[in-house]
């Protein structure tokens, strides 16, 4: 029973909630944790559904071919991996009419968990440079004016001045949200690398 049925179904879902994230994060080109939410695990149940259907076909072929102890790996594997074209054609009726193919219930989940996935990512990455900003409105303006020199250019730390001043806007916090969110990955190692350093003892006078 536990061979021939739950490990099977185990496996089933392991490799289907792997390939699932994959392909999410392929088409979004998210971070995981944006794709974790309500559309993407209807997305996974609906196709562990129908890979289960699809590996108990894949079984009943491979039990006659390999031995038993392989069975349940191969068949969940190639239900999964390699049998979305026989669930492509397979037809979802409700009293008696054709509703949708089981295709078009995957994609639609699909396109919804794609959805939600770009969403999420858009708030992580705006709350992660909200945060970085924050971080390097700590530095003196002197720091902070020499890292968009090096990072954007000589002449940027007067132009963003200038914008700032003409818009009444406060210039160090436009000044960090515009290193933040043009250099993100470098700010992010060098505000790494200020909290990992040691604290360095105060300069004593001779």
């Known amino acids: ?19 699932c994230r994959v392909d999410i994060q392929q088409a979004t080109k998210a971070q995981k944790q944006a794709c974790y939410n309500g559309e993407f695990f ?13 590996t108990y076909l894949a079984s009943t072929v491979l039990c006659q071919r390999i031995p038993p102890g392989l069975v349940a790996l191969c068949s969940a594997f190639v239900g999964v991996f390699a049998f979305q074209g026989v669930m492509s ?24 968990a794609i959805a939600r996935a770009t969403a999420q990512e858009v708030q992580i990455v705006n ?39 003409s818009i009444d806007a406060d210039p160090i916090l436009y000044k960090a949200l515009d290193l933040a969110t043009s250099k993100t990955e470098e700010v992010k190692a060098i505000l790494q690398t200020a909290r990992d350093a040691p604290p360095q003892p105060p300069n004593e006078s001779t």
């Open 89 to 112: 054609n397979t037809n979802i009726t409700m009293f008696g009419k054709k509703t949708l193919t089981f295709e078009e219930w995957m994609n639609k989940a699909r396109d919804n």
């Open 42 to 54: 209807l997305y996974v149940l609906i196709a562990i559904a129908g890979n289960s259907v699809a």
């Open 1 to 19: 029973m536990f061979i021939e049925v739950i490990l099977p179904l185990l496996l089933v879902s392991v490799f289907t909630f792997g390939r």
């Open 127 to 165: 709350k992660d440079r909200l945060s970085i900003t924050q971080e390097l409105r700590k530095l003196h303006e002197t720091e902070l004016n020499t890292y968009i020199a090096h990072y954007l250019g000589p002449t940027v730390v007067a132009q963003l001045n200038d914008k700032a001043t």
